[in-house]
């Protein structure tokens, strides 16, 4: 454990080439988050700081446990439920056309556990990506098309909003949200990031119901209204590339903070030694509980 700042820390020095998808699990009080190109998922234990790896044959772009003990992971060529045990990988679903140039990436659950997750280009600037939602009966819908790297995903306390970031157009954008029916409707644009602040990538909700945002190239995460536009605070990183951020402890008001180190030069690798490490910022308020993947087969 590293002290940044009064509030910021760094509690894992593992200088991941994309650290991302952090997940507190509230009963385990466990971290989880995934290393998407080294194929790892990882379970940090704050209470005893040992990072669980555990190595897979492809890249995972999100990972979200499920209610019966699985672990739904994303993986480079579809979505499967992994045993924790033995790491067997069951196959569900690859809806994705273009699976040799896209992948995978940010992926999160609604509040009636459904899996909300998308895909993005392997250059980064098509729009070759998709948005997908798997429902509790593992039925697959598109929901949105022509993405560039499909991102953040949070959804407002009431559920009337769904929240989501594609990075390149640097844009959050708010949809009206049915939770009944999983209808995404009335797409707008809430937040735009200044060029000179990176992309938005990763982001989360408090219980207040403002936006925590990280910015890739952009060394912070910010705090927003989504009502208003308006950007309230901003958390300072010693590293450029801000993955995602999620929040745990006990009572929930700790910002874990994952960043990668992939896309920096040498040169940029000395000048930021703690580049691809998990940080957790005292937040001052608690965010809303993370939603784990409710399962209801069919058959
Ligand atoms: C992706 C990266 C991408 C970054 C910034 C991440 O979610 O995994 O590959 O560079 O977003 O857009
Ligand atoms: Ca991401």
């Known amino acids: 454990m590293k002290k940044i700042t009064e509030k910021l820390e760094l509690v894992l020095d593992v200088k991941a080439q994309i650290a991302e998808g952090p997940f507190w699990d509230q009963k385990e009080q466990k971290l989880y988050w995934v290393d998407i190109l080294e194929k790892t998922i990882n379970i940090f234990n704050p209470a005893s700081s040992e990072n669980e790896i555990m190595q897979l044959e492809k890249m995972i772009g999100a ?30 679903v690859n809806p994705d056309p273009n699976t040799d140039q896209t992948r995978f990436n940010d992926g999160k659950c609604d509040r009636r556990g459904r899996f909300w997750v998308g895909t993005m280009d392997l250059e980064e600037n098509r729009p070759l990506g998709a948005l997908y939602c798997l429902d509790q009966e593992l039925d697959l819908t598109e929901k949105l098309n022509e993405v560039k790297i499909s991102n953040g995903l949070a959804w407002s306390l009431d559920n009337k909003m ?66 208003t536009g308006e950007k309230i605070a901003r958390v300072e990183l010693p590293v450029s590339n801000v993955t995602s951020c999620a929040f745990g402890g006990e009572n929930l008001d700790q910002l874990y903070i ?24 005292q937040a001052g308020v608690r965010g809303s509980a993370a939603q784990k993947f409710k399962i209801n087969r069919k058959s």
């Open 63 to 92: 990972l979200i446990p499920a209610e019966n003990g699985k672990l739904l992971a994303a993986l480079e060529d579809g979505l499967y439920l992994i045993d924790p045990e033995t790491l067997e990988p069951e196959f569900l």
């Open 162 to 227: 769904m929240y989501y970031i594609d990075s390149p157009t640097r844009k959050v954008f708010a949809f009206d949200y049915d939770l009944e029916t999983a209808q995404i409707t009335n797409k707008s644009v809430i937040i735009e990031i200044p060029e000179a602040e990176g992309v938005p990538d990763g982001m989360t909700i408090d219980a207040q119901g403002k936006l925590w945002i990280a910015h890739f190239g952009g060394a912070q995460v910010s705090r927003w209204n989504p009502e």
């Open 258 to 281: 994952t960043t990668a180190s992939v896309g920096l030069s040498e040169e940029e690798k000395n000048e930021q030694p703690l580049a691809g490490g998990i940080f957790r910022y």
